[in-house]
């Protein structure tokens, strides 16, 4: 009989135990030791956000690991390795190669914008680079500790893993952040497992355990069409505050689909956002990855993350011009909540200005300038950004369906892929999700393919 347990740090295993070091009641800051007889490896290293990361140090346990393993490079699963380095850590990194790339692109960002100097980001890189131990999908491997690794598709953002990790007398998956089957560029997350040894515990990710997700593929390419002919038809800019790892390239690709299929007349698309332009150029690199679709329509030419009215705004004077030129126009930048980067000038710009949209393409947490535009753009109100007072005059939109987290019953889904566990720990959800998650396991029951 499988056991569901939700926030709880403790797991036992047969030769040893599982520790949820972070995120075992909140989303963020996701890090997990597996501590077996034959030594220690921390699956991720992530950081909390926001309202999470309140009094946060690096775990003492943490440091004390013979390897890491990451299945992404989001920051909340990565954010802590530039303390974990400082702490003296000295052992391998290892990732898919593109969750490396990610991941480095991911940490050079947030120390910048933390204002570590310039030697300082380099010399963590070089570190970096040398710990890095890339490690392909499917193919698992005995390190040195006698502790297996299999890395598999975990479809939430390139590179993105579920790991298996098998010792002498037990073995335990962790899911990474898994991502909705069907979602554009990338595969879906792994139904294929190993059946031979039994599994003693699955950590898995319940970011949506509480709901499922009301709009798929087609309802948000509807809603951006109808965004985008608004759009041409009042000539506006459309201002879109977007995260520069996943959001942004998957933008890139429903607008390619719209203009494609004629569904909407080509219009100028500027990503102004220095991130999303490295990390969607590290989309490219790593093409091979993405889903049959993606990859068929590559093969005949397609290029689903480029097109010829598509520009790359690389340096900020170039940002700075884009507001004197009329639309119909869509501008991406980052950030995603609106808290910082180049976003912010043209909020400043454009907000006051009826004939502006902005379009919200992600969650905006509570207290964030995101959700503060959200709610002043209901009545009219207004808004104090980087100091400044602003009445929002703007059409204020959301495109919802875009998340990039499996709801209740795609996570069930996944669940009855794998060999019977005999224990689910649940993390990377609040209280609330956890629970209902363990609830609706229990009512559905797990009935493993």
């Not at 003296?88 to 914008?113: I, N, Q």
């Not at 970011?207 to 009042?234: C, N, Q, W």
Request: some cysteine; glycine content about 10%; charged content about 25%.
């Amino acid at each position: 009989m499988t056991t569901v347990v939700p926030c709880e740090r403790l797991h036992p295993i047969p030769d040893g135990e599982v520790t949820l070091l972070g995120a075992h009641a909140q989303v963020t800051g996701a890090m997990t030791r597996i501590e077996t007889r034959e030594g220690a490896v921390l699956v991720d290293c992530g950081v909390p956000q926001g309202r999470d990361a309140h009094g946060y140090t690096l775990p003492d346990t943490a440091k004390d690991v013979d390897a890491v393993v990451l299945t992404h490079g989001h920051n909340d699963h990565v954010g802590s390795l530039p303390m974990l380095f400082e702490a003296g850590y000295d052992g391998p990194v290892f990732a898919t190669p593109a969750t490396l790339a990610v991941t480095r692109l991911s940490l050079e960002d947030s120390l910048e914008m933390q204002r570590v100097s310039p030697g300082e980001v380099r010399a963590f890189l070089k570190r970096f680079d040398a710990l890095s131990r890339p490690f392909p999908y499917d193919t698992p491997k005995e390190g040195k500790l006698g502790i297996s690794l299999a890395f598999r598709e975990a479809g939430h953002i390139l590179g993105s893993a579920s790991v298996d990790v098998i010792s002498k007398g037990s073995r335990v998956v962790v899911s990474g952040d898994l991502g909705r089957p069907g979602a554009p560029i990338l595969r879906d997350p792994c139904t294929t497992w190993d059946k031979d040894r039994p599994l003693d515990l699955v950590v898995v990710e319940t970011t949506y355990g509480s709901r499922e997700h009301a709009h798929g593929h087609d309802d948000v390419l509807a809603d951006f069409e109808k965004v985008l002919l608004d759009a041409i038809t009042r000539k506006s800019r459309v201002l879109v505050p977007s995260f520069a790892i996943g959001r942004t390239q998957t933008l890139l690709y429903f607008l390619n689909e719209l203009v494609e299929s004629k569904r909407v007349p080509e219009l100028p698309v500027a990503v102004d956002t220095p991130m999303g332009l490295a990390v969607t150029d590290t989309y490219k690199r790593f093409n091979r990855l993405f889903d049959k679709e993606s990859v068929d329509k590559m093969a005949h030419g397609d290029d689903v993350l480029d097109w010829e009215s598509l520009f790359a705004v690389e340096r900020g004077k170039d940002s700075r011009r884009l507001m004197d030129l009329p639309g119909p126009l869509v501008i991406i930048a980052g950030s995603g909540m609106c808290s910082g980067g180049r976003i912010v000038n043209h909020l400043i710009d454009g907000l006051p200005d009826p004939s502006t949209t902005v379009l919200f393409v992600g969650h905006q947490a509570e207290g964030t300038p995101g959700r503060r535009i959200q709610e002043a753009g209901k009545r009219g109100g207004r808004v104090h950004l980087d100091g400044q007072e602003l009445l929002v005059r703007a059409r204020i939109e959301t495109l919802r369906g875009l998340s990039a987290h499996a709801d209740r019953r795609e996570l069930l889904a996944w669940l009855s892929h794998l060999p019977t566990p005999k224990r689910i720990a649940l993390h990377h959800g609040d209280p609330d999700a956890q629970e209902a998650f363990a609830r609706y396991v229990d009512e559905q029951g797990l009935r493993v393919r």
